[in-house]
């Protein structure tokens, strides 16, 4: 086990270990098959102070360090990836952003809220026309003299069918502002979006945006600034979250790769015993190994708060889930047709896996980001002969 700084961090750890072990995983398959997570599995994550992990003390919350957290964070996304979602879009993109962007007076009102558990935090960025070029959302706002009214609709948000509170992104003249919506405000609709391969459970969904008054007080961090700081540190928070669940996602299907070779036999002899299985498994473990390293980089490096910890954490976020991927493909693989029965975990995890390729900024847009860095940085004045 990795050590930790801090006793009480690791005792945390270990409880959390427990409460995955008898709360959650026993009830994974149910969850799946009912298509949400039950309010009363929440309520206990709350109890816990497993929603607010990341948060603060002085505001209610358990004050992990980044190190811990992320290792909170693969705990409950080897445990269920739904139920870590909880941790990436109500924690890290929602309830983060409040305490790095939020007024004195928003983060009294409304974090302890979130801490507690009795509201659930959803982020409104993607639109149907607009994914990738997040810095052109079309959903529109206008000043009144009490308020401010939001037009518009968002696509794909994670909880947005359950959330109580959003953080919605919307544009004036290009420039982006961030609003905490409520459920409750007049013209606020949202549909689940039905029939996807995985993430039913996390109740994604439409939001549709008519003519909503916002109070004045609802603004987020500055108006018109809303991409370069609530929208960038929002996804660098959920990117840090997402490379542990890729490496949550790795480390069990590695597992299960390896508990099923050592069991299943043919000709006579265990699936481990044949060479071309090793090889998958020794992949499977150098890949899982250089993730963790990957995640503990971005770790350190955020304790330190390094400015450099942005692009670690887009490396590693690219990085563990293309080899969630990879991992979860070859565990399928070596279970061979149990690999798609739902009997075993490794068709879920493999499925869960792909959605870590999009989400966060898509590999495309992480390969973009790291190549720019890496241009500037390895290029050799005058050299290159
Ligand atoms: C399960 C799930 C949960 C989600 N939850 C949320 C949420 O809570 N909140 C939220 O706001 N959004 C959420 N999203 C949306 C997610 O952020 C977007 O799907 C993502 O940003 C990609 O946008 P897009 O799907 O519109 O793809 P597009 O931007 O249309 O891209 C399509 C493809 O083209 C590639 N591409 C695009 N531009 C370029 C380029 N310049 N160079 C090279 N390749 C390019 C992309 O990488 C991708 O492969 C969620 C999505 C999923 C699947």
Redesign the pocket.
């Known amino acids: 086990m990795i050590e930790l700084d801090s006793k009480q961090e690791q005792e945390i750890l270990h409880e959390a270990e427990l409460f995955a072990t008898r709360e959650i995983r026993p009830y994974a398959r149910q969850i799946q098959e009912q298509q949400s997570i039950p309010r009363s599995l929440i309520r206990a994550m709350a109890e816990r102070g497993y929603l607010a992990a990341s948060i603060p003390h002085e505001y209610g919350g358990m004050g992990l360090g980044p190190k811990a957290y992320g290792l909170l964070t693969e705990v409950f996304g080897k445990a269920l990836p739904a139920v870590r979602?909880l941790l990436?879009?109500h924690t890290s993109?929602v309830s983060e952003t409040l305490v790095r962007f939020g007024s004195p007076d928003q983060k009294s009102s409304w974090l302890p809220k979130l801490v507690r558990g009795e509201w659930i935090g959803?982020?409104?960025?993607?639109?149907p026309?607009?994914?990738?070029?997040?810095k052109n959302v079309k959903t529109t706002w206008r000043e009144e003299e009490d308020c401010y009214v939001l037009n518009g609709k968002?696509?794909?948000?994670?909880?947005?069918d359950v959330a109580d509170v959003f953080i919605i992104?919307a544009s004036q003249e290009g420039r982006s502002t961030a609003f905490w919506v409520e459920r409750q405000f007049d013209g606020v609709q949202t549909q689940a979006i039905e029939g996807?391969m995985?993430?039913g459970e996390?109740g994604?969904a439409e939001i549709d945006l008519h003519e909503v008054r916002v109070p004045k007080s609802h603004l987020i961090g500055r108006m018109h600034e809303g991409f370069e700081y609530i929208v960038s540190g929002a996804l660098d928070q959920?990117r840090y979250s997402i490379a542990w669940a890729g490496l949550a996602i790795a480390q069990e299907a590695l597992d299960s790769m390896v508990t099923y070779s050592r069991k299943r036999k043919q000709f006579d002899q265990k699936l481990s015993h044949f060479q071309l299985i090793r090889g998958m498994i020794g992949d499977a473990v150098t890949k899982v190994h250089a993730a963790r390293a990957l995640c503990l980089r971005a770790a350190e490096l955020r304790e330190a708060k390094d400015p450099q910890a942005v692009m670690e954490t887009t490396i590693a976020k690219y990085f563990t889930s293309k080899i969630a991927v990879e991992v979860a493909n070859d565990a399928l693989q070596v279970h061979g047709a149990n690999g798609i029965s739902s009997e075993y975990p490794v068709s879920r995890l493999y499925k869960e896996a792909k959605?870590l390729?999009?989400?966060?900024?898509?590999?495309?847009?992480q390969?973009?980001m790291i190549s720019h860095y890496g241009l500037k940085t390895y290029y050799k004045r005058g050299g290159g002969l």
């Open positions: 979602s990436t879009v993109l959803a982020f409104g960025l993607t639109e026309e607009v994914g990738s070029d997040a968002k696509k794909w948000i994670t909880f947005g992104v996807v995985v993430g996390t994604i959920g959605i390729e999009i989400i966060e900024g898509s590999s495309q847009m390969q973009e």
